[in-house]
């Protein structure tokens, strides 16, 4: 297999693409632990991410105050080729961003309640053709409709971050996505331990 050092700062593994694309088989777990020694590491996560969602995915963040959230949100923007600058959208609550597919990008963390939820019209983004991720999302993990990828992120030092990701619900296609993750985290580490850079 070969690693590559693509355009700027950009690992690409395999240089194609994804590794669904690929003909071997892969695994496809419910829960895998990373962990992520850098801002630029956990930017590179959501990059990989960004480049192997397929478009209706719904990614639930948690993690406490700083934790990386917004961080992994970038790189996924990055890896799906938004141009605009990512920031949390914590005052308006959504932000949309267009690129190779739609980012909706929301943060849960001033949401009085369930009921400021409903008028949000979350409930009808969920049928739109998009990424959606969202921040704070542990605070109403029970409006979420669909199967989801879950990622819980817990700083365990100054620059490092346990990042666990879970399928929530049945999703054969998110397991795939979670398999693909692993494997690329898993190379990326074992093969040179790339740091993209914090421009990443
Ligand atoms: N391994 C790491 N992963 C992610 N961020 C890291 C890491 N190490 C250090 N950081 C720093 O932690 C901060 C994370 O900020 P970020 O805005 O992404 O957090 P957040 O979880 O979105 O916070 P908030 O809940 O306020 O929205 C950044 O300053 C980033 O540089
Ligand atoms: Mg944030």
């Known amino acids: 297999m070969t690693y590559a050092l693509g355009a700027g700062t950009e690992l690409l593994w395999p240089a194609a693409g994804c590794l669904r694309a690929a003909s071997r088989p892969v695994r496809s777990p419910r829960r895998v632990v990373l962990l992520s020694h850098s801002a630029a590491e956990t930017r590179a996560l959501g990059w990989r991410l960004g480049k192997c969602v397929q478009g209706d995915e719904i990614l639930a963040l948690s993690g406490p105050l700083g934790s990386g959230k917004t961080c992994l949100v970038q790189g996924l923007g990055r890896g799906l080729g938004v141009r605009r600058f990512v920031n949390s959208p914590s005052f308006v609550?959504?932000?949309r961003y267009r690129a190779r597919?739609?980012?909706i990008h929301w943060?849960?963390?001033r949401l009085d309640d369930k009921t400021d939820l409903e008028s949000s019209?979350?409930?009808?983004?969920?049928?739109?053709?998009?990424?959606v991720v969202i921040e704070w999302?542990?605070?109403?993990?029970?409006?979420i409709a669909r199967p989801f990828l879950l990622i819980e992120?817990?700083?365990t030092?100054?620059?490092?971050r346990r990042l666990t990701l879970s399928v929530q619900g049945k999703s054969a296609a998110l397991r795939r996505?979670?398999?693909d993750l692993e494997l690329w985290w898993a190379a990326r580490r074992k093969n040179d331990g790339t740091d993209l850079g914090a421009g990443h």
């Open 157 to 160: 030092g100054l620059r490092s």
């Open 121 to 131: 019209g979350f409930g009808d983004l969920q049928v739109e053709r998009g990424i």
């Open 153 to 155: 992120i817990t700083p």
């Open 177 to 179: 996505l979670v398999g």
């Open 101 to 103: 597919l739609s980012l």
């Open 93 to 95: 609550l959504m932000k």
């Open 107 to 109: 943060d849960w963390y």
């Open 137 to 143: 999302a542990d605070r109403f993990l029970d409006q």
